[in-house]
């Protein structure tokens, strides 16, 4: 088979899956608008090369970049047609309705109408690639990202263990600094916000239908989901958000203890950040990008601190207690964060309780200078300088900030 007369991967494929000579690939509904495509891992023990990698290898065959007698690589000829599937308007995964915790595992597709497209193919996401006449077409992954791709591929039922968090710079106690709290932007209109309060993290990462989410996470993280792509009232935004939404499968985890809040992004997707981390810096408000699973501090509880000491003293502007989180696209400084698809920002809540203090108190000169009253389980000394500097108030008490199982706010 060759690709000599030019098809489309739509036209290509609805021909495979009306031949009926490939075992589970096959039409998902009568209307024939969803479709189901076989999706078995290579590690498992009943993979069979000729049967469940068959579509595959036809797509690696018509697209010339396999021919018999060549070195077999299903792990290759898989993530191309992946890669040719998430890059082209004509296809959007269903995830709901893909099973892969199954003996038989499938992923579940739609065809997207014309129609739609129009209204969602103008993105800043630049999911898939244009030829010079405007018309888009299946293109291959790049190379890098056909790697990474691959690498997904074969460590597809490696688990994200919380050993992640026992490891480097991240081996302290497991106190919290406080409940995080995180809010989810889309289009710059707030959707969501979650607190997880878990002493493992969490890993955030969108909804997956039952037993897939396994693949990624573990029992002792709390799981904090995107939200839906439904919510969003404009059909273009909605459409493209779904598109980012497909290549977050994987997320990233999220913990936080005494020294700050840490980061480790396991999703195919490109991820930027900025606040108060050990190498960001919230005054120039310059983006940084997060490597692959890297594990990065994001916000250092120590900065911020004696950011605070010169803030009460007038001797700087005042710390910024949030991270922001720009998911897909790059992220240059705030001023335009309000404009990108996904905005998650975080935050140590009992940061901002100390930030308001501050507040309170350079906004209330005379005050009682007493100090505020502390916890006897308090297990920061350097927090305990910082609430004794403060002055009390009219209103309710703050609470300590080092307890064990503090929330986070996300």
Request: include cysteine; hydrophobic fraction near 35%.
């Amino acid at each position: 088979m060759s690709n000599t007369g030019g098809r489309r991967l739509k036209q290509w494929l609805m021909e495979q899956i009306q031949s009926g000579q490939y075992s589970g690939l096959q039409w998902e509904d009568e209307s024939r608008t969803l479709f189901r495509i076989p999706w078995k891992h290579a590690g498992k023990q009943d993979y069979n090369q000729e049967i469940d990698a068959s579509i595959f290898k036809a797509w690696a065959v018509f697209k010339g970049k396999f021919k018999e007698g060549d070195k077999a690589e299903p792990a290759t000829w898989k993530t191309r047609l992946r890669c040719a599937l998430n890059k082209s308007p004509d296809f959007e995964e269903v995830t709901e309705r893909s099973q892969l915790d199954i003996s038989e595992p499938y992923k579940v597709y739609r065809i997207v109408p014309e129609e739609e497209q129009k209204n969602g193919k103008s993105s800043v996401m630049a999911m898939a690639a244009t030829t010079s006449s405007g018309d888009i077409t299946d293109m291959d992954c790049s190379p890098a990202e056909l790697e990474e791709l691959i690498k997904e591929e074969e460590g597809r039922n490696i688990q994200a263990s919380p050993e992640y968090w026992s490891q480097g710079s991240i081996n302290a106690p497991s106190v919290l600094v406080s409940p995080v709290v995180s809010l989810f932007y889309y289009g710059g209109k707030l959707i969501q916000n979650t607190v997880v309060d878990h002493s493992e993290g969490c890993r955030i990462a969108p909804q997956q239908p039952l037993g897939r989410s396994a693949l990624y996470s573990s029992d002792s993280m709390q799981s904090v989901h995107f939200p839906s792509a439904e919510l969003i009232e404009y059909d273009r935004q909605r459409h493209v958000t779904r598109k980012l939404l497909g290549h977050l499968e994987r997320g990233v985890l999220v913990r936080a203890n005494q020294e700050g809040i840490f980061i480790k992004r396991l999703c195919q997707s490109r991820v930027f950040w900025i606040g108060l981390g050990e190498v960001g810096s919230q005054y120039n408000h310059m983006a940084c990008k997060l490597e692959r699973d890297a594990v990065v501090k994001i916000f250092d509880t120590g900065r911020f601190l004696h950011a605070l000491q010169l803030y009460q003293e007038g001797q700087f502007p005042a710390p910024d207690p949030t991270v922001t989180l720009c998911f897909g696209e790059e992220l240059h400084d705030l001023s335009n964060a309000k404009g990108k698809l996904i905005i998650v920002q975080i935050s140590v809540l009992h940061c901002q309780q100390l930030l308001e203090a501050v507040n309170m108190r350079r906004s209330q000169p005379y005050c009682n200078n007493s100090t505020l009253e502390m916890s006897d389980n308090l297990a920061s000394d350097q927090m305990a300088r910082i609430y004794q500097e403060l002055c009390s108030y009219s209103g309710p008490q703050r609470q300590a900030c080092y307890r064990d199982n503090m929330p986070i706010t996300a």
